[in-house]
């Protein structure tokens, strides 16, 4: 197991606690397939969302908050069923807009992973205005089911009324549905081509500057963020946090990371070179790679 489970599993009940060891092996990275999370209930004997909420605290082990210290776990669940936990995140000695939310890694957790529509969020506190609204981008988001402890499960629209949203700026393919851009760009670095792959599913439908960011470690691996905006602006989610999100769900350190490529069209209303460098070099002394693509004629 891995060492920062080992205080959060002793909040749980003995039956779950022994049913979920196995899982928190050192591959484990927030993701709970529909099949694990069943054998989960089953060993608990409790309802299935008692059980969310039981996992709130492994969800929140999952944080790196080294300003606030403050942790909070967040779940989503994908209409597959599986469960993809994420954490808040904030950089050292940095802006406090360089944040990521719990809310926010949990739902790029299941978007990098292909889910294309999230019906419950469950998380420890209260979600913030910022988290309600990115909340409000995916797909069906008004039915998006909130689950908070010692609180009615309420639908966003409970905790967003009168919410501004994609529909209001003519988007109808909002956050989570399947959409892609092709680019062109000749390579055979594996690393910029996953990047340019990443580019082409983010998600930009106010400024089309779809770009993405690959960080490769010491040992070859290699951790993805894409840019996902928000009809409201600032609540966007910039790539390289996403990436950031990612890596530490994994359980990896920034001093493992040796490289970083951002990849950005060349159609884009703005450029993300300024935040994703300003964050890098928060953690990383390494440069940047920055990369212009055009687009592919639709």
Not at 132 to 157: A, C, D, M, W
């Amino acid at each position: 197991m891995q060492n920062r489970f080992l205080d959060s599993i002793t909040q749980l009940d003995k039956p779950l606690a022994t049913a979920l060891a196995p899982l928190l092996h050192d591959q484990f990275c927030g993701h709970i397939d529909a099949s694990q999370f069943a054998m989960l209930v089953a060993a608990s004997g409790k309802p299935e969302e008692q059980v969310l909420m039981d996992l709130l605290p492994i969800a929140a082990a999952l944080a790196n908050p080294p300003i606030s210290e403050f942790y909070v776990g967040a779940i989503a669940k994908g209409a597959s069923g599986d469960l993809y936990m994420g954490a808040n995140l904030e950089l050292p000695g940095e802006a406090l807009f360089h944040s990521v939310h719990a809310e926010q890694s949990a739902i790029s957790h299941a978007w990098l992973s292909g889910e294309t529509e999230i019906v419950d969020i469950i998380v420890n506190f209260s979600p913030c205005g910022h988290c309600r609204q990115f909340i409000n981008e995916l797909v069906n988001s008004s039915k998006i089911n909130i689950h908070l402890p010692k609180q009615e499960t309420k639908p966003l629209s409970h905790y967003l009324p009168y919410a501004f949203g994609p529909a209001d700026l003519d988007v109808t393919q909002p956050l989570l549905c399947k959409r892609e851009k092709e680019f062109s760009l000749n390579s055979d670095d594996p690393m910029i081509i996953e990047a340019l792959d990443q580019a082409g599913l983010s998600y930009a439908p106010y400024t089309n500057s779809n770009a993405a960011v690959v960080l490769e470690t010491n040992d070859g691996a290699t951790f993805c963020g894409r840019y996902a905006e928000n009809a409201a602006f600032n609540p966007s989610m910039q790539p390289m946090q996403m990436a950031l999100s990612n890596l530490i769900r994994h359980n990896r350190q920034y001093s493992e990371i040796k490289r970083a490529v951002l990849i950005e069209s060349s159609e884009g209303k703005i450029s993300l070179v300024g935040a994703a460098m300003d964050a890098l070099h928060a953690i990383a002394a390494i440069e940047l790679e920055h990369i212009v693509v055009e687009p592919m004629p639709a």
